[in-house]
């Protein structure tokens, strides 16, 4: 349902093939020698988001392969030139050449394992436009030819791809199987590349940059539309987790700009999250789906592994179950029922989050049951340095930060955007669980039915210290304070202040030019 807006309906024929290169840049060169088809590449090509390093490497070897043209559906034979090292990888130049690492990854080619590639022109592998400025499909499906990802449910992909800050555009998956994306599976490092001009369709792991990620991803930017039927669908990737069971999976400056549609565990950057380390992410595009929904992640697994920081959100986020403006959920053991309703199970020692620092979100929230700024729900772990400026609504535990919690450290946290609920309703959390929590304020309007408080909607036995609220009349900070806990009311031109700021500690600054003049977060200001 949620995906008929934007899915084609579109024949699901068998994925064959490869892909192709394109020089998209104002100042790109090609020099022709003797040979058209043995030619030098000296190219200083660009693409949008960061200047490439050079086109192929510096000895300029004789590379084969004429880029710029879209891709005619075949295959090449080898790689443009180089010999797979770090000091001289396979050039990829051709999106012919490009479907050749799709070949001998799927058919487990030993011989390029662990190898080195490098694309050294901006890849075409479909001309004209595939999807429109909303993000739907707009081409004729008979016409374009269809991506085989590098890697697959049975074979990852286990070198190192360096896009060198090169665009891949025009790809096209149309299909119901597993692993989609221009990797289906990686457990190697894959950098520097931007994918757009895209449509994506498929199974379980699907994404427009990766399917399935045990490796490391950094510095990669989707804008292709993404959508599924299946669990674990996201922009940059459909699932992220971890490594041989040893080590997490990294992802470091992942940005998400294409919309994503998915059913359960959608996200901006991956739909699935557990044993991750993450160091930036982004989503600015509209996300949807119905349970495990959330801006940069579906989901965060339950492990005290998970180290996920500095994350931003600026696109609408829709859902109806464990809706977040950051992941859906962090820890815990969500629970559906089939009457429609949810719940979640969490224990000290179990389901646990993990370190969840430094996330932002500017965009819209909306879901029925487990909603939040950040997250809707998060079990036993650590958060801290988390801010939520926009408008959230829900029906069931709705919150500015997080719609519910148990057994967390939280610290330095506040909420300005308005909050709309039935029951359990609350300015930072709708439920706070035997935590301990420290330096929040909320000023924001909370609206609901039962159990609604202008900082918690229902406290229990919780460890409290430097809670602060917007005095708004007669309405208490609490719907309902059991064991504990105390915040403080405060008008709007004491909380407009400097005094003010110090009183929430040095994670907090003061600058009247922003926030509408209330304290904002260091950690908002880093990187700008």
């Given at each position: 349902?949620?995906?008929?807006?934007?899915?084609?309906?579109?024949?699901?024929?068998?994925?064959?093939?490869?892909?192709?290169?394109?020089?998209?840049?104002?100042?790109?060169?090609?020099?022709?020698?003797?040979?058209?088809?043995?030619?030098?590449?000296?190219?200083?090509?660009?693409?949008?988001?960061?200047?490439?390093?050079?086109?192929?490497?510096?000895?300029?070897?004789?590379?084969?392969?004429?880029?710029?043209?879209?891709?005619?559906?075949?295959?090449?034979?080898?790689?443009?030139?180089?010999?797979?090292?770090?000091?001289?990888?396979?050039?990829?130049?051709?999106?012919?050449?490009?479907?050749?690492?799709?070949?001998?990854?799927?058919?487990n080619d030993k011989d390029y394992k662990g190898k080195y590639f490098k694309?050294?022109?901006?890849?075409?592998?479909?001309?004209?436009?595939?999807?429109?400025?909303?993000?739907?499909?707009?081409?004729?499906?008979?016409?374009?030819?269809?991506?085989?990802?590098?890697?697959?449910?049975?074979?990852?992909?286990?070198?190192?791809?360096?896009?060198?800050?090169?665009?891949?555009?025009?790809?096209?998956?149309?299909?119901?199987?597993?692993?989609?994306?221009?990797?289906?599976?990686?457990?190697?490092?894959?950098?520097?590349?931007?994918?757009?001009?895209?449509?994506?369709?498929?199974?379980?792991?699907?994404?427009?940059?990766?399917?399935?990620?045990?490796?490391?991803?950094?510095?990669?930017t989707n804008l292709a539309s993404v959508s599924g039927k299946e669990d674990?669908?996201?922009?940059?990737?459909?699932?992220?987790?971890?490594?041989?069971?040893?080590?997490?999976?990294?992802?470091?400056?992942?940005?998400?700009?294409?919309?994503?549609?998915?059913?359960?565990?959608?996200?901006?950057?991956?739909?699935?999250?557990?044993?991750?380390?993450?160091?930036?992410?982004?989503?600015?595009?509209?996300?949807?789906?119905?349970?495990?929904?959330?801006?940069?992640?579906?989901?965060?697994?339950?492990?005290?592994?998970?180290?996920?920081?500095?994350?931003?959100?600026?696109?609408?986020?829709?859902?109806?179950?464990?809706?977040?403006?950051?992941?859906?959920?962090?820890?815990?053991?969500?629970?559906?029922?089939?009457?429609?309703?949810?719940?979640?199970?969490?224990?000290?020692?179990?389901?646990?989050?993990?370190?969840?620092?430094?996330?932002?979100?500017?965009?819209?929230?909306?879901?029925?049951?487990?909603?939040?700024?950040?997250?809707?729900?998060?079990?036993?772990?650590?958060?801290?340095?988390?801010?939520?400026?926009?408008?959230?609504?829900?029906?069931?535990?709705?919150?500015?930060?997080?719609?519910?919690?148990?057994?967390?450290?939280?610290?330095?946290?506040?909420?300005?955007?308005?909050?709309?609920?039935?029951?359990?309703?609350?300015?930072?959390?709708?439920?706070?669980?035997?935590?301990?929590?420290?330096?929040?304020?909320?000023?924001?309007?909370?609206?609901?039915?039962?159990?609604?408080?202008?900082?918690?909607?229902?406290?229990?036995?919780?460890?409290?210290?430097?809670?602060?609220?917007?005095?708004?009349?007669?309405?208490?900070?609490?719907?309902?304070?059991?064991?504990?806990?105390?915040?403080?009311?405060?008008?709007?031109?004491?909380?407009?202040?400097?005094?003010?700021?110090?009183?929430?500690?040095?994670?907090?600054?003061?600058?009247?030019?922003?926030?509408?003049?209330?304290?904002?977060?260091?950690?908002?200001?880093?990187?700008?």
């Open positions: 349902m949620i995906l008929a807006k934007y899915i084609v309906a579109l024949g699901c024929a068998a994925l064959l093939g490869a892909c192709s290169s394109t020089v998209s840049s104002d100042d790109d060169e090609i020099i022709s020698e003797k040979n058209i088809s043995n030619k030098k590449i000296s190219s200083s090509s660009t693409s949008k988001k960061g200047k490439s390093s050079s086109s192929v490497n510096e000895s300029e070897e004789e590379c084969s392969g004429e880029s710029g043209n879209p891709w005619d559906g075949t295959t090449a034979k080898s790689f443009a030139c180089g010999s797979g090292t770090k000091l001289s990888p396979y050039m990829i130049l051709t999106a012919e050449q490009l479907a050749y690492l799709s070949f001998i990854v799927g058919s694309l050294g022109a901006d890849i075409l592998l479909n001309k004209g436009k595939i999807i429109d400025d909303k993000g739907g499909f707009v081409a004729d499906s008979a016409k374009l030819h269809k991506w085989t990802p590098i890697g697959n449910s049975s074979v990852a992909f286990d070198g190192t791809f360096d896009g060198d800050n090169h665009s891949i555009s025009g790809m096209f998956i149309n299909t119901t199987s597993s692993n989609n994306g221009l990797f289906g599976n990686s457990r190697g490092i894959i950098q520097n590349l931007t994918l757009s001009n895209a449509w994506v369709y498929g199974g379980k792991y699907t994404g427009g940059i990766i399917g399935y990620n045990v490796g490391t991803v950094e510095n990669l674990c669908i996201g922009g940059v990737m459909g699932s992220s987790n971890q490594k041989d069971y040893k080590s997490n999976s990294v992802v470091k400056k992942a940005v998400n700009e294409g919309i994503i549609i998915g059913n359960k565990n959608v996200g901006g950057v991956a739909g699935c999250a557990t044993y991750v380390t993450v160091d930036g992410a982004e989503n600015s595009a509209s996300i949807e789906g119905n349970d495990h929904v959330g801006g940069i992640f579906g989901g965060i697994g339950s492990t005290s592994k998970n180290d996920v920081k500095n994350l931003r959100n600026t696109g609408n986020i829709n859902g109806t179950h464990f809706v977040g403006g950051i992941s859906g959920h962090c820890g815990g053991n969500a629970l559906l029922y089939s009457n429609g309703s949810s719940s979640y199970s969490c224990s000290k020692n179990s389901f646990n989050c993990g370190s969840f620092t430094n996330s932002h979100n500017q965009g819209r929230v909306t879901g029925k049951d487990y909603v939040g700024g950040i997250s809707g729900m998060a079990c036993s772990g650590t958060i801290s340095s988390l801010s939520n400026i926009a408008d959230i609504e829900g029906v069931y535990g709705t919150a500015g930060i997080i719609g519910s919690v148990a057994y967390i450290t939280s610290a330095n946290i506040y909420n300005t955007g308005n909050i709309y609920g039935g029951n359990y309703v609350g300015g930072i959390f709708s439920y706070n669980k035997e935590g301990v929590t420290s330096a929040a304020y909320s000023t924001g309007k909370v609206d609901g039915d039962s159990l609604v408080g202008l900082m918690i909607g229902y406290n229990y036995n919780t460890t409290m210290a430097d809670y602060y609220y917007l005095e708004q009349g007669e309405q208490e900070p609490f719907g309902l304070n059991n064991g504990g806990g105390v915040a403080t009311p405060k008008s709007s031109k004491e909380m407009k202040s400097e005094k003010f700021t110090e009183l929430l500690g040095d994670e907090f600054i003061y600058d009247a030019d922003v926030n509408d003049g209330y304290p904002i977060l260091k950690s908002e200001t880093e990187g700008d």
